[in-house]
């Protein structure tokens, strides 16, 4: 059974940089693409970033240049670098992992951008 658990989420300041990590078990997570996307209150689910088996990452146009994905496939693990916060980056940030033609989620994880 594929898992997918996100972690890292936060309060943190204007400005400032948090880390989500994103850890899979139950799949040949090598050879899986993975993504994040983001939900704020009384919005829908938005793409962030994703990377995939190969390591080529996109993003989306609000993430570029302050967001960075990266991936550890020995560790099973995806990493969302975030920098320069904003306060409408607040959301549950989602972790996902495509496998055999399925997309899996994790469960979430609260980022608050807020002085």
């Known amino acids: 059974q594929v898992q997918v658990v996100e972690s890292g989420g936060g309060l943190v300041q204007p400005g400032g940089s948090l880390r989500l990590s994103c850890t899979a078990s139950?799949?040949?997570?090598?050879?899986?693409?993975m993504g994040w996307y983001r939900q704020a209150p009384g919005n829908g689910r938005e793409y962030v970033a994703s990377?995939?088996?190969?390591?080529?990452?996109n993003y989306a146009n609000s993430a570029k240049g302050r967001f960075t994905i990266s991936r550890d496939n020995g560790s099973n693990t995806v990493f969302l670098q975030m920098n320069s916060l904003k306060p409408e980056d607040s959301a549950v940030y989602y972790c996902?992992?495509?496998?055999?033609?399925?997309?899996?989620w994790g469960q979430g994880t609260q980022v608050t951008v807020s002085s």
């Open positions: 990377i995939t088996r190969g390591g080529m990452a």
């Open positions: 996902y992992l495509d496998s055999a033609g399925r997309r899996y």
């Open positions: 139950g799949s040949s997570f090598g050879l899986s693409a």
